[in-house]
Nanobody, 121 residues
Framework: QVQLVESGGGSAQAGGSLRLSCTTS????????MGWLRQAPGKEREQVAS???????MYAEFAKGRSTISRDNSKGTLYLEMNSLKSEDTAMYYC???????????????WGQGTQVTVSP
């Protein structure tokens, strides 16, 4: 069982920055693909960014250019840095992990409890 614990959420002003962290076992992290997804009230969950075990990354269009996903397997930690925050970035942010096969996207089978991000104008 893979446990994921997010931290770093909170309140920020538009134009500001946040750094989210997700910790898991460093013994299992290296083989996992991982990602950040978010869900705003009344909206469907959407992927923000993902990172494979080889370090390759993918970003949603809204996240490109102002977000960076990274991982430190030695610390068992996944990060998401978001800059130029907008009010529409307000959402619950979830860390997720799973496995990727070939060129297929990460199949997220494990989820954290989420951390709330609130961006005020």
């Amino acid at each position: 069982q893979v446990q994921l614990v997010e931290s770093g959420g909170g309140s920020a002003q538009a134009g500001g920055s946040l750094r989210l962290s997700c910790t898991t076992s460093k013994h299992t992290m290296s083989g996992l693909c991982m990602g950040w997804l978010r869900q705003a009230p009344g909206k469907e969950r959407e992927q923000v960014a993902s990172i494979n075990s080889d370090g390759s990354t993918m970003y949603a269009e809204f996240a490109k250019g102002r977000s960076t996903i990274s991982r430190d397997n030695s610390k068992g930690t996944l990060y998401l840095e978001m800059n130029s925050l907008k009010s529409e970035d307000t959402a619950m942010y979830y860390c997720a992990a799973g496995w990727a096969f070939g060129d297929l996207p990460c199949d997220f089978g494990y989820w954290g409890q989420g951390t709330q991000v609130t961006v005020s104008p």
